[in-house]
């Protein structure tokens, strides 16, 4: 299998969240100025997302954010030539299908599809049966990567890593799983990969903590690496994209893979 390389696209605050500012060119300009500093750094597969939008809302972004995302990601792939996948933060997995399905995104990251996690928004649930509903009704082939036992959160209960991986796939119709460390920019488990690997037959990605110095030791396990916060102007989640950040860590896995 072709290893699957994503770089995260994160966009400023959208209207209706709290930190908007009130225009949407500049959350264009950026977008568009990192997306193209990840493409000409050599990414072909891109995340966008909406990570300016704090504090999250626990379910369902608002109409008019959802709105304001399908703009941009509209004008950007008028842009662009480029593979891309949606994420409504915190957990809005509906929205991001619409999305995806209307922009011609071919996947999306869903953080809780099954099950609970106690986040910082509160009690966090998986709505699998309703998100595949809609993909069947709107026969889309948008793939869903879901995180299993996501960052930022931590389980409802005793749930085990092997288990609910397993159920993400088997019962919830996951087309790919995502392991994490425990915040954004942490690195996930290596032995906890090597153990999904052996029971999970869909792909198994790592979606945080990648750079440039450890990305070959983890796709030598795993089938793909979602990295961001490396990828900006001093490895900070916040800001701008890094063209040479962007090339440093392509270059490694060029080499490598």
């Known amino acids: 299998m072709k290893k699957i390389i994503i770089g995260m696209l994160h966009l400023l605050p959208l209207p209706g969240s709290p930190n908007y500012d009130g225009s949407m060119d500049v959350i264009f300009d950026r977008a568009r100025n990192d997306l193209e500093n990840l493409l000409e750094g050599g990414f072909t597969k891109v995340n966008i997302e909406n990570y300016g939008d704090i504090p999250f809302p626990k379910t369902h972004a608002s109409p008019v954010t959802i709105s304001s995302f399908t703009k941009i990601v509209t004008k950007l792939e008028q842009e662009f030539d480029f593979d891309f996948g949606i994420q409504v933060m915190r957990n809005d997995a509906l929205s991001g299908m619409s999305i995806a399905h209307v922009t011609g995104a071919s996947f999306i990251r869903v953080n809780v599809l099954t099950g609970a996690m106690i986040a910082e928004e509160g009690i966090v649930e998986g709505n699998a049966r309703s998100l595949i509903e809609l993909r069947k009704k709107l026969n889309s082939d948008v793939k869903v990567y879901a995180d299993v036992l996501v960052k930022h959160a931590v389980p409802l209960g005793n749930q085990d ?3 609910t991986a397993k159920a993400t796939v088997e ?22 990969l090597i ?17 440039k110095d450890n ?37 490694i896995v060029k080499n490598n893979f």
């Not at 999904?196 to 979606?207: A, C, Q, R, S, Y």
């Open 161 to 163: 890593l092997r288990l």
């Open 215 to 251: 990305v070959s030791n983890y796709l030598e396990y795993c089938d793909g690496v979602i990295v961001g916060t490396s990828l900006k102007e001093n490895n900070t989640t916040n800001n701008p994209v890094s063209r040479e950040n962007v090339r440093e860590f392509i270059k």
């Open 171 to 192: 019962r919830n119709m996951a087309d790919g799983i995502i392991i994490t460390g425990d915040i954004t920019g942490e690195e996930a488990s290596v032995d906890d």
């Open 195 to 211: 153990k999904l690997k052996g029971e999970i037959d869909k792909p198994v990605l790592v979606g945080s903590g990648i750079n």
